[in-house]
């Protein structure tokens, strides 16, 4: 493998514009078009309920169409049948095949999205933050003492869409569930209201689809107001794997960049938080190149990413992707676990099973990687990392602990569920010893009004990024 460490003038070269293939076009794809017509119906009925948008690069470059339907980077953006129940699959070709009108087929699709659940245990409600004068702000989401998290209104949506993304009703049009805001005014005094918070994470959809001008618009609010106790931003984002261009060749690319500096000149960290599911999206050349210009502006890289059935449920993987990011000098953070995707039953990979992957790509990797942590939950309480499996006596339990929690004491206190090697996440165990686990109670007080406490979170799997 080579590393570009010259200046490619990319802007020289014909760099593509984005392009991208969604329901109503996809089927103008070669590679589709060699497939039957059954396999392109099917692709339209899921399709029709889950989100789909791939582009250019993905198509021409990520994607290996020699070794589709199994292709990683295919799956990851492109609708398989298997990713709806049957029932659903059934009720959506069915209504495709009646001729139904596209009201009847919206309505169809959003009764199907209700019942996979996008927003479990009143998200929503939970960490919405409001300002002294009693404003909510919708577009935050304030959970963790230090971190606070902003979701501009114009980054509601991504270069390509991930088929397992929970964040799919913020792109389907369903507006009642989306978190957006405006305003940087109220970010900026909600800050002054919290010296406690740190962080301010940028995330969507993908601010990085947002155009340099308009980032800065938030970038510059921030920085114009000298807050004191702001150190870091983070953007989490998939553009550097599903559009490097951003960084190389669109029309804002050197403005993004510059902005990046603005931030890092001023003494605040900037956080890449780059989502990547696998080691092709650190292939090309263009996110080499691309890599090597955002960090040139003083910002770090840190990789996360789900554990995902049919994308990279194998230790080998990992364990490639985090050598080749360490390799790249970006550095490996999160390893998660997904629940609360449209098609869990398609992604999901049980707790031990993702542990074993986890643990066994670990073992395979320099201590330069092993920054990494996980594999981890975010679910209502806080972030729970499955530690391993072990015995306490005669007893075969799960270990775990909290990375962050909603009281920050929580975290690094190891406790034990029972074994169950089929449980996909915290509410399918059982604590090990005694009847409930050492936060229950002290969370069931924090949410006295709400009837579920667990769950997961909206907010940051993706890679998500965020
Ligand atoms: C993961 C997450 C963060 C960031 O946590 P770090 O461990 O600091 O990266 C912040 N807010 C929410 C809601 C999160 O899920
Ligand atoms: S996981 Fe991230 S990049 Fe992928 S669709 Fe969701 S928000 Fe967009």
């Known amino acids: 493998m080579t590393i570009q460490t010259s200046e490619v003038d990319w802007t020289e070269t014909t760099s593509p514009s984005i ?9 103008d794809i070669s590679q589709i078009q060699e497939m039957s017509e059954e396999k392109q119906f099917e692709m339209e009925v899921i399709g029709n309920v889950l989100p789909f948008k791939a582009n250019n690069y993905v198509v021409e470059q990520l994607i290996d169409w020699s070794n589709v339907p199994n292709d990683s980077m295919y799956v990851l953006t492109f609708p398989q049948k298997e990713m709806l129940l049957p029932h659903h699959y059934d009720e959506m070709a069915a209504a495709l095949k009646s001729g139904a009108d596209k009201k009847m087929i919206q309505e169809t699709a959003n009764k199907i999205r209700m019942q996979l659940n996008p927003h479990p245990a009143g998200q929503m409600e939970h960490n ?8 909510k702000l919708y ?41 957006a805001m405006k305003e940087s005014e109220s970010l ?47 953007i989490g984002t998939k553009a550097l794997s599903y559009w490097p261009y951003k960084f190389l060749s669109d029309n804002d690319a050197d403005e993004t960049l510059a902005l990046f500096e603005k ?49 990279n449920d194998d230790p080998d993987i990992w364990a490639e992707m985090w ?20 098609a869990q039953h398609y992604f999901g990979v049980p707790l031990v099973r993702a542990h074993e992957i986890f643990r066994n790509a670990y073992k395979k990797v320099s201590g330069l990687s092993r920054t990494v942590r996980g594999p981890s939950m975010s679910a209502t309480p806080g972030k729970i990392q499955v530690l391993g499996v072990s015995d306490v006596g005669e007893k075969k339990v799960i270990v775990l602990r909290f990375l962050q929690g909603r ?15 089929n449980a996909i996440w915290i509410d399918d165990l059982k604590p090990a010893f005694g009847d409930k686990f050492f936060y229950e109670d002290e969370l069931a007080s924090m949410f006295a009004n709400d009837i579920k406490t667990t769950g997961s979170d909206v907010s940051t799997a993706g890679g998500g990024p965020p």
Not at 128 to 135: A, H, N, W
Request: glycine fraction near 6%.
């Open 19 to 27: 392009k991208s293939h969604t329901l109503q076009n996809f089927r």
């Open 128 to 135: 919405v933050p409001e300002l002294k004068d009693g404003t």
């Open 139 to 179: 577009g935050m989401q304030h959970k963790y003492k230090e971190t606070c998290l902003f979701f501009p209104s114009q980054s509601q949506t991504c270069h390509a869409y991930c088929s397992f993304c929970f964040r799919w009703p913020q792109f389907v049009g369903m507006d009642e569930l989306k978190f």
């Open 188 to 234: 900026v005094q909600y800050l002054r209201e919290h010296p406690e918070i740190s962080d301010v994470l940028f995330t969507g959809g993908d601010p990085m689809i947002m155009k340099a001008r308009i980032f800065a618009g938030y970038i510059d609010a921030l920085l114009d107001s000298n807050l004191p106790n702001l150190k870091t931003i983070r």
């Open 263 to 311: 931030v890092t000149q001023k003494g605040i960290h900037l956080a890449i938080m780059a989502h990547f599911n696998h080691q092709v999206e650190l292939s090309t050349d263009s996110v080499k190149e691309a890599i090597h210009r955002v960090r040139k502006t003083g910002a770090q890289i840190r990789t996360q990413s789900p554990v995902l059935a049919h994308i």
């Open 323 to 342: 050598k080749k990011q360490v390799q790249l000098g970006c550095i490996p953070y999160y390893m998660f676990v997904v629940r609360d995707t449209g």
């Open 407 to 421: 009281n920050p004491d929580w975290v690094h206190k190891p406790f034990f569920a029972e074994y169950n090697e």
